[in-house]
Every structure is written in structure tokens, then in C-alpha cells.
């Protein structure tokens, strides 16, 4: 499936000394009851057990707080707000493509100029798979266009801080570091740490989804080394 079938697919891979290796549900069968490991395996294109889905995700930024429209029509600005504190139809997004698209819409994340300016904002607008002004470099946990940033205006947790472009890219400003949260499908089933508990060494695989299970709500850094989100 390619990576821009707006389907929100991606194989998740890491590249090591050279080589690239690929989540992969071993064995290609999923349990109906219990878990399937997941192992790292050579990236195959199309292989059904090496694609993830990653749709209904939090795209978070300062800690516990999240990235937002401030409605559900075109023209909707994105803002800072505490992650559940507005509807989870403002605060979950599909990768769709290499865009941002509010989840149950087909409005996506659009910049005014596939060249932006300091201060310049984001809206939501009717999604074009491949855009220029919708398509976004994902690279060392930030949100590129050119050579400027998704950044947290005034870089505090203030809810309804604006989300706009800035220079510093690269940087590590605490403002401009994005990842994503929610959970990552295959198969049909959620990527989840057996045993529930986070510790070293915990196994991590695919189980039946179960609503608002917190094993299953796995974060995902916007393609820091090693992880990559790769074509399929």
C-alpha cells in the first residue's frame, strides 16, 4: 500500500548500521484472545504483518498537552489545550499521507504558502493527497515545511497558545518537539506491552483493541533516529 493512499498505513522501521529493519507481527497470524509478538524483520512492501495504522492519534507537544483545532470546519486554527480536555473529534489526527488530517473529517493541516514565514499558521482545509502546502517533513521529533517548524507560540503550556511556523528547526527547542499518541494497529489488533506494566524488557506485540486500555495507547516519536515511519 503506498504511503500516500491516505489510508494513515505506515511501515515503522529502525536503521541500524546501515541496514533497515521492520516491526513485524511474527509469523503473520494474530490470536482472536491472546497476543502475537512483535519481532523485527526485513521491511517487505506490502507485507500485511509489517503495516501499522496510525489514525485516531494525539499529536502532543509540552508535556501533557496536545495540539487542537479550535473547530471542525474549514478555517480552523490549531491552538495548545490539555490533552482531553475538548473533544476527542478536535484533538485526533490520521496521518494521511505525509499531511495531518483531523480524524472522522477530510480537512487537513494547511499552511497559506508551501513557503512560510515566521508566524505564520496553520488551518484546516479540504485535504489534497500530496499538496505542497499540506505535506510536512517529519524529522528529529519536529513538523518541517521548508526550512521553519510547527512551534507552541510563546513556548508555555498556557492553553489556546497558537501552533504557527518558526526558524530554529533542529535546535531542540522544548516549543517545536512534537510526537505522537494512540494506538497502533496491524492486523486488525493494538500494539500492546504484555503484562501491562512498563518495565525493562517487556514484551511488546498486538492483542484485541479494548477501549481506553493505557497499554494500548503507545507513544511514537515523529522519526527520531533510529524509528523511522517508513513508505509501504
Same mark, same amino acid.
Given at each position: 500500500?503506498?504511503?500516500?493512499?491516505?489510508?494513515?498505513?505506515?511501515?515503522?522501521?529502525?536503521?541500524?548500521?546501515?541496514?533497515?529493519?521492520?516491526?513485524?507481527?511474527?509469523?503473520?497470524?494474530?490470536?482472536?484472545?491472546?497476543?502475537?509478538?512483535?519481532?523485527?524483520?526485513?521491511?517487505?512492501?506490502?507485507?500485511?504483518?509489517?503495516?501499522?495504522?496510525?489514525?485516531?492519534?494525539?499529536?502532543?507537544?509540552?508535556?501533557?498537552?496536545?495540539?487542537?483545532?479550535?473547530?471542525?470546519?474549514?478555517?480552523?486554527?490549531?491552538?495548545?489545550?490539555?490533552?482531553?480536555?475538548?473533544?476527542?473529534?478536535?484533538?485526533?489526527?490520521?496521518?494521511?499521507?505525509?499531511?495531518?488530517?483531523?480524524?472522522?473529517?477530510?480537512?487537513?493541516?494547511?499552511?497559506?504558502?508551501?513557503?512560510?514565514?515566521?508566524?505564520?499558521?496553520?488551518?484546516?482545509?479540504?485535504?489534497?493527497?500530496?499538496?505542497?502546502?499540506?505535506?510536512?517533513?517529519?524529522?528529529? $521529533?519536529?513538523? /518541517?515545511?521548508?526550512?521553519? @517548524?510547527?512551534?507552541? #507560540?510563546? *513556548?508555555?503550556?498556557?492553553? =489556546?497558545?497558537? &501552533? %504557527?511556523?518558526?526558524?530554529?528547526?533542529?535546535?531542540?527547542?522544548?516549543?517545536?518537539?512534537?510526537?505522537?499518541? $494512540?494506538?497502533? /494497529?496491524?492486523?486488525?489488533? @493494538?500494539?500492546?506491552? #504484555?503484562? *501491562?506494566?512498563?518495565?525493562? =524488557?517487556?514484551? &511488546? %506485540?498486538?492483542?484485541?483493541?479494548?477501549?481506553?486500555?493505557?497499554?494500548?495507547?503507545?507513544?511514537?516519536?515523529?522519526?527520531?533516529?533510529?524509528?523511522?515511519?517508513?513508505?509501504?
Amino acid at each position: 500500500m503506498p504511503l500516500d493512499d491516505g489510508s494513515g498505513t505506515r511501515l515503522l522501521k529502525a536503521t541500524i548500521s546501515g541496514v533497515d529493519e521492520c516491526l513485524n507481527v511474527q509469523g503473520g497470524i494474530v490470536s482472536p484472545s491472546s497476543g502475537t509478538n512483535l519481532i523485527s524483520w526485513d521491511c517487505e512492501s506490502g507485507a500485511e504483518n509489517e503495516t501499522f495504522e496510525l489514525t485516531g492519534m494525539r499529536l502532543r507537544a509540552m508535556g501533557n498537552m496536545c495540539v487542537a483545532a479550535t473547530d471542525t470546519s474549514a478555517g480552523s486554527l490549531l491552538e495548545l489545550r490539555k490533552c482531553g480536555a475538548v473533544s476527542s473529534a478536535l484533538e485526533n489526527w490520521d496521518l494521511y499521507g505525509s499531511s495531518f488530517r483531523l480524524s472522522g473529517t477530510n480537512l487537513c493541516a494547511t499552511l497559506p504558502s508551501e513557503t512560510p514565514t515566521l508566524g505564520m499558521r496553520p488551518s484546516l482545509q479540504p485535504c489534497s493527497l500530496g499538496s505542497s502546502t499540506q505535506t510536512f517533513t517529519l524529522a528529529g $521529533g519536529e513538523v /518541517r515545511m521548508s526550512d521553519m @517548524c510547527f512551534n507552541v #507560540f510563546t *513556548g508555555t503550556t498556557t492553553e =489556546g497558545n497558537g &501552533i %504557527g511556523m518558526w526558524d530554529g528547526c533542529g535546535w531542540g527547542n522544548y516549543n517545536e518537539a512534537f510526537y505522537l499518541t $494512540g494506538p497502533i /494497529r496491524s492486523m486488525g489488533q @493494538c500494539m500492546d506491552m #504484555f503484562g *501491562g506494566v512498563a518495565v525493562t =524488557g517487556a514484551q &511488546i %506485540g498486538v492483542y484485541p483493541c479494548q477501549s481506553g486500555a493505557p497499554e494500548r495507547r503507545m507513544g511514537l516519536p515523529l522519526a527520531v533516529s533510529p524509528f523511522q515511519l517508513g513508505d509501504n
